[in-house]
C-alpha cells in the first residue's frame, strides 16, 4: 500500500512583513547634558532679569543723586569747600604759632631782685620743637647767681637752666650768662589760649518794679 508524502512547501497564508523595532534608551551623560543645558538656560534667564533690575535701580539712585545736588546751590558748596580749607590753614598756622610771652611771665616770677638781665635771644628747635634760650645779666654777687640758679632748678618749664661765663666787673657785680630751653607745648600759642581762663559772663538781674501807689480817695464836700 502506498503512502502519499506532500512535498510543497508553499505556506497556504500569506506571508506577512514584520516590522524590527529597535528600543532607544537615553543614556547617563544625555541626561546629564540636558540637565545642564536647561541649568544654563534658566540661568541666562535670571541674569537678564537681574540685569533688568540692577539697571532701574542704578538709574533711581542717579536721579535721586541729581535731585539732591540740585537742592544745594553749587555756588555755596563751592564757597564752603573754600572756606573749611582756609580753616583747616589757620588751625595749622595757630599750631605751629610760636608766643614767648610764656617765657617772660616765668622769668618775671622767679627772678630776684638782685639780677638783671641786659640780652634775651631765642632760637627755635627744629627737631624737638621748642626753642634754645640764651641770656646775659648782670648779679649782685656770686651768691645772688647760686641762689637763682636754685629758682631756676625749680621751674619745670625752664630746662636744664647753664649759668656760665661768670666774670667780675669794675663795681664787684657778677656778669653772666644763662643758657636753658622750654618745650614746645609750653611756647604753643594755641594751648596758650586754652589756658586763658573765660570769665563767666555776668548775670543781669532785673531791677525791682516799685509798688504803686493806690489812687487818692475822692472826698465828697458836705454843705451845710
Known amino acids: 500500500m502506498e503512502q502519499n508524502f506532500q512535498t510543497s512547501f508553499i505556506p497556504k497564508r500569506p506571508i ?18 540636558i540637565f545642564i543645558f536647561l541649568t544654563m538656560i534658566l540661568a541666562t534667564g535670571a541674569l537678564y532679569l537681574y540685569q533688568g533690575v540692577l539697571g532701574k535701580k542704578i538709574n533711581s539712585m542717579q ?9 544745594f546751590e553749587p555756588a555755596k558748596i563751592t564757597q564752603l569747600q573754600v572756606l573749611d580749607k582756609r580753616l583747616k590753614a589757620s588751625g595749622e598756622v595757630l599750631r605751629g604759632h610760636v608766643a614767648v610771652s610764656p617765657i617772660f611771665q616765668a ?16 632760637v627755635l628747635g627744629e627737631k624737638k620743637g621748642g626753642a634754645d634760650i640764651k641770656l646775659s645779666g648782670v648779679a649782685v654777687g656770686y651768691r645772688s647767681v647760686a641762689l637763682q640758679s636754685d629758682l631756676f632748678a625749680k621751674n619745670k618749664n625752664l630746662i636744664d637752666p647753664v649759668f656760665s661765663n661768670l666774670t667780675l666787673d669794675e663795681r664787684g657785680n657778677v656778669i653772666f650768662d644763662l643758657e636753658f630751653s622750654v618745650d614746645q607745648s609750653f611756647i604753643n600759642y594755641s594751648a596758650m589760649l586754652k589756658a586763658i581762663p573765660v570769665a563767666p559772663a555776668p548775670i543781669l538781674t532785673p531791677a525791682p518794679v516799685p509798688p504803686s501807689s493806690p489812687p487818692p480817695a475822692e472826698t465828697s464836700e458836705v454843705i451845710y
Open 63 to 71: 536721579n535721586a543723586l541729581a535731585l539732591a545736588k540740585n537742592r
Open 107 to 122: 622769668l618775671e616770677a622767679i627772678t630776684m631782685k638782685t639780677i638783671r638781665y641786659t640780652k634775651f635771644d631765642y
Open 16 to 33: 506577512l512583513n514584520e516590522q524590527v523595532r529597535v528600543s532607544h534608551s537615553l543614556g547617563i551623560f544625555s541626561v546629564i547634558a
